[in-house]
């Protein structure tokens, strides 16, 4: 048995059919008043206003996600460094995203209220790709002009604090290529404790925002003992099911997606251009896990009321508050 076989995520995907993932932070702390007009993100507000971070993964929470996400997606040692912080704070930082990201969960799930027809939520600490760190859209491409080697020196530190810190698994999310995937398998190894899912950002419906092969992903991933699932996030949602399709070609394991909206981001203005996918979240999500999908999401430009959507669908007793009223109807074609 591997170490993936027996972790924490396979232990809940032996108890639910979908797992559902959180939506997208950013978003979130925005409509708060939160500035992310900064290469730091959403880290930014880690440093200025943690209080915010706090609220939004307990409405997450209170939607419904088995699994939240932490802040630290463009926190790295790297880049708070040059906000002038000494390395030690700059370590307390990312270190922080992950007890912040507890402690709500923590405290949400002491209230008994909360937990009818539900296991205690994950925490699944977020492991951004180079691009993010740049903050120049290149999580949309992967052409950084480094190699695996660079790559791995880059990751290391940020996932060795994240580890130390205590999440039930890692997100390593919005993986633009496979040479970027593979210096993150590397780093993992390192912590041969840990699991993580894998998750790529995609150019169309074959094809990683590389331009290689989704089923080269997934066959790289196939069979590893700490990788929990691979997937898609950041990703158009009319894309998601054929890449799924793709990946189940070369891999059994169990597969997830978090797309965005459907909308682009404009990596020159760093804003997000177009419209949101006008149907439903929840109706898409139906052929998410039509095409195999075991854990489902939404990434930037989504939000609580689309995750409780999620739930509603998913769950035989629906979102908290629904829950608390009572079962919704049963899922069509379910085991």
């Known amino acids: 048995m591997t170490l993936a076989s027996r972790g924490p995520l396979a232990a809940r995907l032996r108890e639910q059919e979908v797992v559902v993932l959180d939506g997208a932070l950013a978003t979130e702390l925005e409509r708060r008043g939160a500035d992310l007009a900064d290469p730091l993100g959403s880290a930014r507000v880690l440093l200025e206003a943690p209080e915010l971070v706090a609220a939004v993964h307990r409405d997450y929470l209170e939607a419904g996600a088995d699994v939240i996400t932490t802040a630290s997606y463009q926190a790295t040692v790297q880049g708070l460094m040059l906000r002038r912080l000494s390395r030690p704070d700059a370590e307390g930082v990312i270190s922080s995203a992950v ?3 507890r402690d709500e969960r923590d405290a949400f799930w002491a209230d008994e209220g909360v937990r009818v027809g539900r296991s205690r939520p994950l925490v699944a600490a977020s492991v951004g790709p180079y691009g993010a760190y740049l903050a120049d859209g290149s999580e949309y491409h992967g052409d950084y002009g480094i190699g695996e080697g660079p790559l791995a020196v880059f990751h290391a530190p940020r996932m060795a604090l994240l580890v130390a810190a205590g999440p039930d698994l890692l997100a390593c999310e919005t993986i633009p290529s496979l040479a970027e995937a593979r210096a993150l398998l590397v780093v993992l190894e390192r912590h041969p404790g840990m699991t993580a899912w894998f998750s790529f950002s995609a150019r169309d419906g074959t094809r990683l925002s590389s331009g290689e092969p ?5 066959a790289l991933l196939d069979g590893h003992p700490q990788v929990a699932a691979i997937g898609v996030n950041c990703t158009a949602p009319r894309h998601v099911p054929s890449l799924l399709r793709e990946a189940r070609s070369a891999t ?11 909308e682009r981001y404009d990596a020159a203005s760093h804003g997000w251009r177009g419209d949101r996918d006008g149907r439903g979240f929840a109706a898409q999500a139906r052929e998410w896990v039509e095409a195999g999908a075991r854990l489902v999401g939404g990434c930037c430009r989504t939000t609580p009321t689309d995750i409780a959507a999620l739930r509603d669908w998913t769950s035989p007793l629906g979102s908290v508050e629904q829950g608390r009223r009572g079962p919704s109807p049963p899922v069509p074609g379910w085991r």
């Open 99 to 101: 007890r912040l990201a």
């Open 252 to 262: 059994s394991l169990p597969l997830v997606a978090y797309p965005n909206s459907g």
């Open 214 to 218: 989704m089923r080269d992903a997934a």
